[in-house]
């Protein structure tokens, strides 16, 4: 069987080079995208190509970035900004494939192995380049190959406005002395397991006896393996694809900290608006509640629950994921970030075992309260009904941050 | 040589336009705040593009005004611009 042709195509330093074509007279300047210092995301998400230079590190806090690039001109993220662009890209990418698959906002790989007729992949990366350079002003790394991992790698080699390959009969020159920490998902507490054994480049994991790995790293050390020898068979996601619904949560960080248990009932109040609302568009309905709180000192703590019935109601998973606050948070600091999140998901229509102890009169009631509820907002809008008691200062960032769909796992 | 970047700027304007059954649409008459119009002779092209003079990006409409070519953008939220020349 021939090989594939898979594309990634990662879009260079992308939220400053968004800034930077909006604004032209920033071309050629130290730029940093910087979150709020205010709102408590007072740290460098991106980077220009100057800036870089100087020594600027994603993940820096603002002062620090400063002082280590003297003139860096530091501009506020523009969240719509990015999600439109990185919407009108995938829409080139799609022009080649229908099998496009995001990975994070400014990445996606796109399998090009059946598009023969727009050229060879090559060809296609240089029409992709060319085309998002033209129509959006933005420049993209291409690495091809016939892995999803050994693409992803082939993008990162050359920077900015640049496309590498990486064929079956190169990949042990090109990929075998490259650092293992650069293969996708070797992340620094693997990274540091694998140096402890001598492991240090991607070849010499290749040559490692997998039985070896997968006692060291479990099946991670599988993949890992598999990844370096070429062997990765994960396939790129059709670009309409939605993967299975497991849970359904939204979280926040708040703009200052929560200094009481009725600060974090609004914010659990207001989030679990969203999860409800998704559960009705889903037609799931929660039989568990998970919470995670992040506290000032950035711990963070998980705790879940089952619910005594299957739900659907933005209260009712409130009212749980505050009663497990209530329970479990030790107020040692004040609460930092909130998330909440629908588990154990099951079909509303399913039928399930009733308690003799739960007081269904009042679930049914708030489950004709929460229709109503959707049926207003759809029709009039999510701010057209809301609590009384969310009313007011909430501490919570008022734009569309939590819309981006962060990388996950590997499609299989 | 004239630093092209730095002599021109963004400038939103009002635009008349037809459109069509089609789907397509056609400026028809481009108008400055300051009420200065212009109409628009013929659109030699259409295409999405980025302005690397003033920054931002649409669909970019080459256009001819009073026997000029220039660009005229439409960024796909009602909101036309154009690059225009800074005043000195």
Redesign the interface.
């Known amino acids: 069987m021939a090989d594939r042709t898979i594309l990634h195509v990662d879009m260079n330093s992308f939220y400053a080079s968004v800034e930077m074509?909006?604004?032209?007279a920033l071309?050629g300047k130290a730029v940093a995208v910087c979150g709020s210092t205010e709102e408590r995301h007072g740290i460098v998400l991106a980077k220009s190509e100057l800036a870089k230079k100087a020594g600027v590190k994603t993940g820096m806090v603002n002062w620090e970035a400063q002082r280590c690039c003297p003139g860096l001109i530091v501009v506020p993220p523009q969240y719509e900004q990015y999600l439109k662009?990185s919407k009108?890209a995938k829409e080139i990418y799609c022009r080649y494939t229908n099998l496009v698959e995001p990975y994070g906002m400014d990445e996606c790989w796109a399998d090009v192995s059946f598009s023969r007729t727009m050229g060879n992949g090559l060809e296609i990366a240089e029409k992709i380049r060319q085309a998002t350079?033209?129509?959006?002003?933005?420049t993209v790394s291409i690495g091809i190959s016939f892995t999803k991992t050994f693409a992803k790698l082939g993008s990162d080699m050359k920077k900015p406005d640049a496309i590498t390959t990486i064929a079956r009969d190169e990949y042990k020159d090109k990929v075998w002395p490259l650092p293992a920490s650069d293969i996708l998902y070797c992340g620094p507490a693997t990274t540091a397991k694998l140096s402890k054994y001598g492991i240090h480049t991607i070849g010499e994991l290749a040559k490692t006896d997998p039985a070896f790995l997968k006692r060291l790293l479990g099946v991670n050390g599988l993949s890992l393996w598999s990844y370096a020898n070429g062997l990765d068979a994960s396939r790129v996601m059709p670009q309409d694809y939605t993967s299975p619904i497991k849970s359904i949560g939204h979280g926040i960080t708040c703009v200052a900290d929560l200094e009481n248990e009725e600060e974090v009932y609004k914010v659990i109040l207001e989030l679990s608006q969203d999860v409800g609302h998704r559960l009705c568009v889903h037609q799931l309905a929660a039989t568990g509640v998970q919470l995670w709180v992040r506290a000032n000192d950035l711990s963070g703590e998980q705790f879940q629950c089952r619910l005594p019935y299957k739900t659907q109601v933005s209260m009712e998973i409130a009212n749980a994921g505050f009663e497990l606050f209530k329970r479990r948070y030790r107020w040692t600091t004040n609460v930092r970030a909130v998330t909440i999140r629908a588990i154990n998901l099951v079909p509303q229509s399913q039928p399930e075992q009733l308690s003799l102890y739960s007081d269904y009169a009042l679930h049914d009631r708030r489950g004709q309260l929460q229709l109503a509820i959707e049926d207003i907002r759809r029709r009039f809008g999510k701010m057209a009904i809301y609590n009384a008691i969310l009313m007011g200062d909430k501490k919570m960032p008022e734009d569309g941050r939590d819309l981006v769909r962060m990388p996950g796992m590997m499609y299989q | 040589m004239e630093n092209a970047t730095s002599a021109r700027k963004k400038v939103y304007v009002t635009v008349n336009v037809d459109h069509r059954p089609d789907g397509t649409a056609r400026p028809n008459r481009i108008i400055f705040e300051n009420g200065r119009s212009y109409e628009i002779d013929r659109v030699k092209s259409v295409r999405r593009a980025a302005s690397t003079k003033v920054g931002g990006t649409g669909l970019r409409y080459t256009v001819r005004i009073c026997g000029k070519e220039t660009f005229l953008f439409d960024e796909e939220n009602g909101k036309w611009f154009v690059e225009a020349k800074q005043e000195a």
Request: a neutral charge; glycine letters at 8%.
């Open positions: 074509m909006l604004n032209p071309r662009y009108l350079k033209d129509e959006l002003g933005l």
